[in-house]
Every structure is written in structure tokens, then in C-alpha cells.
């Protein structure tokens, strides 16, 4: 079964300071891996995604990540943050199977200081 | 993309009702997906909604207790039945257009239920 660590539940970093939220997933084969963003009453709003090619990735808003198979991770990156970037950051897994159900990790919750 | 509503947004109900949670689409779509928020937690898939055929149930969910319709590509319901405070979560709506696991899938705003 797939499944998705988030091993930070909440980060805080100052604006302009740079951000990387952690993301661990089990999948036995070559996953499909995605990061959501979920802003306070707003539904989630896809980042970015990986399905082959190029291991670093880049997504709406200045954010990248990078796969890293040897590692099993996923890590999203921004160079400067913006205090609008505070929200809640979901990685997810895709299965390969044809419904291409998601398996959401935990999420990390971003808080930007002025 | 697809711009998708759900109604009630929020909804404090009592113990032994049941909710009925509207989703509609802007456009017509493939696959239609219901998930739970809980509390604190992560997202977790209910069902797979399908077009004129019964839902497709993720282990741990039950038709009886979120019966789910589909009536067009469009529009799905979830009843959120005989309530308990454990049911109270954020249920989203996801739709995805093509059954590609390719396309990008969208999510709902979200119902906030809260459960007395």
C-alpha cells in the first residue's frame, strides 16, 4: 500500500527566507507524486506534480521539488518566501492504477513572519 | 480546470441526522471523488463516485453510512448518515476530467460539519 510522511506538522519561516517542506512516500513502483497548497477556506490547489522525466520539477507560484528515489522523497522548495505562502502544504502519491487514487500525506502547515 | 461548489460550506448538525452534501461542476467530468478531512489530519479518499452505477467504497466506508449519488457528469451528493461527533470533518469534492491519471485533479472548497 502507498503511503506518504509529512514529517513536519508545522514551520514557520520569516518572509524572504527560504523553504523546503520534508515528504517521505512508500510506493513500490515509480510513483506519481504531487504537492497541493490549501489556503484558510479555499479548496486545495495543485503545486506541481511529477510523473517521469526530470527529477526537479517546477510548479506555480516559484515552487520546485525535487525526486529523489534513492531517498523516497519529494521535498518542496521555494527561494524567498512570501507572507501570502502561508498555508497548509499537502504531498500526495498516486497509485498507477487507472483511478489514480491519491494518498495524501499528513500536511505541514507554513507561517510566515514579517 | 474545473471550478467546483459545494453546499452547505458549513453545517453544525446534531447527533442521529444526516447531512446531504451537494457537489457541482462547471463542466462535465470523468471521475468524481469524495474525501474526509478529519480534525488535524489528512486527507482521506471516501469513494469514487460513479455516473449511474453505484459508488465504489475505500476500505473503512460503508454505503450506509455515506450514501453517495451521481446522477450526470456534473453534479454528485454525499449523505453523511445517523451523524456522530466523530463525523465531524471537512468533506471535499475532487473531480478529475479523463480517467488519465495525468490530468490534474481539482477539489471543492470543502463542507465543514460539525457534529453535536
Known amino acids: 500500500a502507498q503511503s506518504v510522511t509529512q514529517p513536519d506538522i508545522h514551520i514557520t519561516v520569516s518572509e524572504g527566507a527560504s523553504l523546503e517542506l520534508r515528504c517521505n512516500y512508500s510506493?513500490?513502483?515509480?510513483?506519481?507524486l504531487f504537492w497541493y497548497v490549501q489556503s484558510p477556506g479555499q479548496g486545495l490547489q495543485l503545486l506541481l506534480k511529477y510523473f517521469s522525466g526530470d527529477t526537479l520539477v517546477q510548479g506555480i507560484k516559484g515552487f520546485e521539488a525535487e525526486f529523489k528515489r534513492s531517498q523516497s522523497s519529494f521535498n518542496l522548495r521555494k527561494p524567498s518566501v512570501h507572507w501570502s505562502d502561508a498555508a497548509e502544504y499537502f504531498c500526495?502519491?498516486?497509485?498507477?492504477?487507472?483511478?489514480?487514487?491519491?494518498?495524501f500525506g499528513t500536511g505541514t502547515r507554513l507561517q510566515v513572519t514579517l | 480546470s474545473a471550478v467546483i461548489s459545494q453546499k452547505p460550506s458549513r453545517d453544525i448538525c446534531q447527533r442521529g441526522t444526516s447531512l446531504t452534501i451537494q457537489c457541482q461542476v462547471d463542466s462535465q467530468v470523468t471521475m468524481m471523488f469524495w474525501y474526509r478531512q478529519q480534525p488535524g489530519q489528512s486527507l482521506t479518499l471516501i469513494a469514487t463516485?460513479?455516473?449511474?452505477?453505484?459508488?465504489?467504497?475505500e476500505s473503512g466506508f460503508v454505503i450506509d453510512k455515506f450514501p453517495i449519488s451521481r446522477p450526470n457528469l456534473t453534479f454528485s451528493t454525499l449523505t453523511v448518515s445517523n451523524m456522530s461527533p466523530e463525523d465531524s470533518s471537512i468533506y471535499l469534492c475532487?473531480?478529475?476530467?479523463?480517467?488519465?491519471?495525468?490530468?490534474?485533479?481539482?477539489f471543492g472548497p470543502g463542507t465543514r460539519l460539525t457534529v453535536l
Open positions: 500526495a502519491v498516486g497509485n498507477t492504477g487507472t483511478a489514480s487514487k491519491l494518498t
Open positions: 475532487s473531480v478529475r476530467q479523463g480517467e488519465s491519471r495525468y490530468n490534474e485533479q481539482f
Open positions: 463516485a460513479n455516473q449511474g452505477s453505484e459508488a465504489t467504497y
Open positions: 510506493y513500490g513502483a515509480t510513483p506519481y
